[in-house]
């Protein structure tokens, strides 16, 4: 490989900006026109809401832990050092990218407020285009044949 400063997988950005801004986004909708899924959001909701929330920052955290147990950095900004395959990435590609997913429907659904869930489409698109396509290009440059393989045996999101 090149120098190793340069050595990542181009993505410029935080991805939780991605989800952030997605989510401020339509919370600020929302404030323009107020719209609520209900009324008195019902019990489930809540509980379901709160589920989320929870999975969602295992997930994330778990998957992070990985990388740092590997030796290598969660940041797609700088080098990576080891191919992460154990845990939740034996069945999910992007265990982080579904936790913040998860993260993000269990805070729209505590809020009650649809907007959110306007803007999620356009995030997801976003972290597939301008994240994980950068990602699998760069994995499969450093790691090639074991990346390609562990590609073909486990799906992207979920």
Known sequence: MSDPSSDTSGVGFPPPLLYAGGFVAGVGAHRLLPVRVWPE????????????????VLLVASAAYLFRRAGTTPNPTKPTSALVIWGP??????????????????????????????????????????????????????????????????????
Not at 116 to 130: D, E, G, K, S, Y
């Open 41 to 56: 959001p019902p019990a489930i909701t809540s509980l379901l809401g709160w589920g989320l929330l929870v999975a969602g």
């Open 89 to 158: 990435y034996r069945f999910t590609r992007n265990p982080m990218y579904v936790g913040m997913a998860a993260l993000y429907v269990g805070g729209t659904l505590l809020l009650n407020d649809p907007w959110p869930l306007a803007f999620l489409p356009i995030v997801i698109t976003l972290v597939q285009w301008r994240v994980i396509a950068r990602e699998e290009a760069y994995l499969e440059r450093r790691f090639g044949d074991e990346y390609r393989t562990y590609k073909a045996r486990v799906r992207r999101w979920i």
